[in-house]
């Protein structure tokens, strides 16, 4: 396993690992010229650009949703996000401070000059600074809500806010007095205002574009299209760009007619596509940005061009690791994700389109099950002997069930699958023959795992649990203390087990079943989906469908907290952990998450691949800024690969590769074609991993 720290980041958090270079909701989008650009996140990521897009590197990680993005040049610049913050960088965002302004979160941030300033923010109204941040005037706009989504100055002196209730707001005194304008008749928000100059400007609202010429006393609807919701709308010279679902409004004679431009959205991302901010640098080129990570260019020919790499969107069901490197995850659409990197690289396999998986394991390197669903022939069960590059078809002949959701394997052999309508199978021989476990209740089984021997635990649709003991054929039907149905089980080991589901559900036993406990009771919107405990059986998490989707404990579960993740925005509905520091999630819309506690100080071969020794890799000269050195020392002769990535993990440099003698070997690293910021280096000597990060300075 390896872990690069990166300059920024919180203690402890959840990173995206796939796709690329982002998959949160991007909620605001800069671009300085052609080349050079930022981006915001709901997740707290901020990367920048120097190519136009083609490559990202990852500036900055905070645990906030962040909502609003501005820089003045290559090097200052402003982000605004949720729960007051408001972050400043002077260095291109290698390194940042954190200002808490105003009452609420931060909607919107811009600059007139180096010094004159102004902040936007609901709950939180608005502020001005005339010294480049360092000091801020809050003001009273008059509006009894505050607030506000959006603004747009164009002096010192006159802009705009744009908010609730179908308010714009209009000073041309520096804030200190403040004149409604009324667009649309109507109490609807409008949550973005762009103005040219001090007459003419532009608003959306819904389906809606609004222009003024006579600065906001008058506004006309200029363009409207059915069923888009437009988002935000930005202009250079001639060329105005509103974005939305599926799309964007583009007009090149200055906002006067407006014509629709779809983007390339392929199957199902064209359900999803949802374009939420847009910034025109220049006349003859835009850039949009949305949900799932989307970002899109416009080029002078007027072509949208996709920047942003993304997984199928479909849901992923389930998440599985071998060791801090193999990781496994299986979606709703016939496709299973690995990687051997601990996810900073994945490959894509289609194993069948027709297929619906609910569940992966791996209880070797190589061997894996994946069960499911066939639009078809209904349940089905996969096996692959190579790690997950070929599977093979083992759906046991007499299975009748509409789906198998769930399997687990102890070893290689011997394992259970479990699935609707009382459907339970069992094997001894790795799923060449399976036999049907019959006589027992009755119900839609969604999870089967095992402890540390030959027993497991089976839960369901319903609130009953099944212990079994394989090896002695001992089945035995539990009715633990329950309020709604079962979704997940863990078992800690023969005697301690947690089973979760609906309405807050948990219970535990530290006697195999014999006495069930609920120590706590959660509110009923609580859907519980997944269970883990670290094997002090103290640290654990729980799993569930609400916005913040994990609950902690400390203590045994004796007492739980909801997570102060605040930033993690997509739902994660499984996880697969090492311990309580380092682990992985998956969830809908091709989620993929992985946890790092950094405040632990984990070291990188604290978990090293089964059987494989560390090599040991220096860096000489760190950081660097012409170029550095790096070494390694092979205790024999072994194939070797080294190669340099940036944060976002792709592969910049194969420094080298091949069959290497033992001994010392130093390598140099050319930094004249390194972007300023943070890389790292990672030697694979056949099975043995190191990695060390390096920073590249101007």
């Known amino acids: 396993m390896f872990i690069v720290p990166t300059a920024g980041l919180a203690d402890s958090e959840w990173h ?176 973005n205002v762009h103005f040219v100059d001090s007459e003419v400007g532009f608003t959306t609202y819904h389906e809606n574009i609004y222009r003024t010429e006579d600065g906001g006393d008058s506004w006309a609807n200029v363009f409207q299209i059915a069923d888009v919701y437009l988002d935000d709308v930005d202009s250079e010279g001639s060329l105005a760009v509103a974005c939305g679902v599926l799309g964007a409004a583009v007009s090149e004679d200055s906002g006067v007619t407006w014509g629709w431009e779809s983007i390339p959205a392929s199957p199902p991302s064209q359900y999803n596509c949802w374009l939420m901010t847009v910034s025109v640098p220049e006349e003859d080129c835009a850039y949009s940005a949305g949900n799932y990570g989307l970002i899109y260019k416009r080029d002078s020919y007027g072509v ?54 609910d569940c992966i394991v791996f209880p070797s390197l190589t061997t894996g099950y994946c069960t499911g669903r066939n639009s078809g022939t209904g349940g089905v069960i996969f096996k692959t002997v190579d790690g997950g590059v070929s599977w093979t078809d083992i759906t046991p002949a007499a299975a009748s069930t509409y789906r198998f959701t769930s399997i687990d394997f102890i070893d290689q052999d011997m394992g259970v699958a479990v699935g609707f309508y009382g459907t339970i199978f069992y094997t001894m021989d790795g799923g060449s023959t399976w036999t049907e476990k019959t006589g027992l209740i009755v119900e839609n089984w969604t999870m089967v795992r095992f402890c540390n021997s030959d027993r497991g635990w089976i839960v369901g649709g319903c609130k009953d649990v099944i212990r079994f003991d394989l090896l002695s054929g001992d089945w035995v039907v539990q009715s633990p203390p329950s309020f709604a149905n079962f979704e997940a089980v863990f078992p800690l080991n023969e005697d301690t087990v947690w089973a979760v589901g609906y309405f807050g559900t948990a219970v535990v036993t530290h006697n195999a079943g014999a006495y069930w406990e609920q120590l706590w009771t959660m509110p009923p919107e609580i859907n519980f989906t997944d269970v883990w405990f670290d094997s002090n059986g103290l640290d654990g998490y729980f799993v569930t469908y609400q916005d913040s989707p994990f609950l902690t404990s400390t203590d045994g579960g004796q007492t739980v907290t909801f997570s102060e993740i605040l930033a993690l925005e997509r739902q994660v509905t499984s996880i697969a952990f090492i311990n309580k520091d380092y682990g992985w999630g998956c969830g809908p819309d091709g989620t993929i998450l992985r946890y790092c506690d950094y405040q632990q100080g984990m070291e990188e071969d604290e978990y090293p691949a089964q059987g494989n020794s560390p090599v040991d890799l220096h860096i000489h000269g760190n950081p660097f800024s012409s170029g550095t050195a790096v070494s390694f020392t092979l205790t024999e002769q072994r194939t070797v690969s080294l190669i340099l990535y940036d944060l976002t993990g792709h592969a910049i440099q194969n420094i080298c590769s091949g069959t290497i003698p033992s001994g010392v070997h130093e390598y140099f690293i050319d930094g004249a074609a390194l972007y300023t910021g943070m890389y790292y280096v990672r030697l694979q000597a056949e099975g043995a991993v190191s990695t060390e990060a390096l920073v590249r300075i101007p």
């Open 304 to 357: 949208w061009n996709r920047l942003s790499y993304q997984l199928n969107l479909m849901d992923l069901t389930s998440i599985t690791n071998f060791d801090g490197d193999h990781v496994w995850a299986c979606s709703e659409s016939g496709l299973i994700f690995r990687s051997s990197d601990g996810g900073v690289t994945w490959i894509t396999d289609m194993i069948d389109p027709d297929c619906s998986f």
């Open 16 to 191: 995206w690992v796939h796709p690329r270079p982002t998959g949160a909701s991007i909620k605001c989008i800069w671009f300085l010229d052609e080349d050079r650009g930022w981006i915001a996140t709901q997740m707290g990521e901020v990367f920048g650009t120097c190519d136009g897009g083609l490559s990202w590197e990852n500036l900055h990680k905070i645990d906030v949703p962040l909502y609003g993005i501005f820089f003045t040049d290559f090097l200052t610049g402003w982000v605004s996000g949720d729960y007051k913050h408001l972050l400043h960088t002077i260095d291109g965002g290698e390194n940042w401070t954190v200002q808490i302004l105003l009452n609420g979160p931060i909607r919107a941030v811009q600059f007139v000059n180096s010094n004159c300033g102004f902040l936007a923010g609901t709950q939180g109204g608005m502020a001005r600074t005339t010294n480049g941040g360092t000091n801020w005037i809050y003001f009273d706009t008059g509006s009894p809500y505050y607030h506000f989504f959006d603004l747009s100055f164009v002096s010192p002196s006159e802009g705009w806010l744009a908010g609730l209730y179908g308010e714009m707001l209009h000073t041309v005194d520096a804030c200190s007095t403040w004149t409604v304008q009324d667009i649309t008749g109507s109490s609807e928000r409008h949550i």
